[in-house]
């Protein structure tokens, strides 16, 4: 069985871009160029108030026994909705910052680097859905792809660099209609992107 690309995107590094995936197609996101963070989201495509929801997310796959912290199955959407969104069928790294929903904004680089003015994860994202009419309030969690992050001593949130190398993937099998948003992180400053923001790809795909 060969793969039938659909559409193929490259996002430029510090940038964003976002693409329909219809059930039963399969997104993947690629690390091109190397370690470098794919913040995440997805929206039904007919309804973006039903958006992904880490948090639920990573319980209900803990309590299906088909995940951990890190590494997910199956992307559920927010309560009361509550749908499976997508399924990972296939995943190269296996380490992804799943159990928090969180990504880079003003506040986080204020309050951990002192930076009032840099580009962010969340403004990549607003940019990214703004042609499909999402408004900036129902950007929903984030699945930090290719992110691996710790908590330490309860109190101290470590960001160790990518394991992710040139040509990984995971592949994300969309189980409704739904709107990806993917950033390719700008951070230079924490040690997830090695510290060099790098370009990332998406291919929507299907088996012929």
Same mark, same amino acid.
């Given at each position: 069985?060969?793969? $039938?690309?659909?559409?193929?995107?490259?996002?430029?590094?510090?940038? !964003?871009?976002?693409?329909?995936?219809?059930?039963? $197609?399969?997104?993947?996101?690629?690390?091109?160029?190397?370690? $470098?963070?794919?913040? =995440?989201?997805?929206?039904? *495509?007919?309804?973006?108030?039903?958006?992904?929801?880490?948090?639920?997310?990573?319980?209900?796959?803990?309590?299906?026994?088909?995940?951990?912290?890190?590494?997910?199955?199956?992307?559920?959407?927010?309560?009361?909705?509550?749908?499976?969104?997508?399924?990972?069928?296939?995943?190269?790294?296996?380490?992804?910052?799943?159990?928090? !929903? !969180?990504?880079?904004?003003? !506040?986080?680089? *204020?309050?951990?680097? #002192?930076?009032? @003015?840099?580009?962010?994860?969340?403004?990549?994202?607003?940019?990214?859905?703004?042609?499909?009419?999402?408004?900036?309030?129902?950007?929903?969690?984030?699945?930090?792809?290719?992110?691996?992050?710790?908590?330490?001593?309860?109190?101290?949130?470590?960001?160790?660099?990518?394991?992710?190398? &040139? #040509?990984?993937?995971?592949?994300?099998?969309?189980?409704?209609?739904?709107?990806?948003?993917? =950033?390719?992180?700008?951070? @230079?400053?924490?040690?997830?992107?090695?510290?060099?923001? &790098?370009? *990332?790809?998406? @291919?929507?795909?299907?088996?012929?």
């Amino acid at each position: 069985m060969s793969r $039938q690309v659909l559409e193929s995107v490259t996002i430029p590094k510090c940038e !964003g871009r976002a693409v329909e995936v219809r059930a039963g $197609q399969v997104l993947r996101i690629i690390a091109i160029d190397g370690a $470098q963070v794919a913040d =995440s989201t997805f929206v039904a *495509l007919d309804n973006p108030r039903e958006g992904y929801h880490a948090g639920q997310t990573v319980a209900l796959n803990m309590l299906a026994g088909t995940g951990t912290m890190r590494r997910i199955t199956t992307l559920w959407s927010r309560p009361p909705y509550e749908r499976p969104m997508l399924t990972v069928i296939d995943d190269s790294v296996g380490v992804h910052f799943a159990w928090n !929903g !969180g990504r880079c904004s003003p !506040g986080v680089y *204020l309050i951990r680097d #002192g930076v009032s @003015e840099h580009r962010t994860c969340q403004g990549n994202l607003e940019e990214a859905v703004q042609p499909w009419g999402v408004d900036p309030d129902l950007i929903p969690d984030i699945f930090n792809v290719f992110m691996f992050t710790d908590v330490e001593n309860e109190d101290t949130l470590v960001f160790h660099p990518s394991p992710a190398t &040139k #040509g990984d993937y995971i592949d994300l099998r969309a189980e409704i209609d739904v709107l990806a948003a993917v =950033s390719a992180c700008p951070s @230079e400053t924490s040690a997830s992107n090695h510290g060099e923001p &790098k370009r *990332l790809g998406l @291919e929507v795909w299907v088996n012929n």
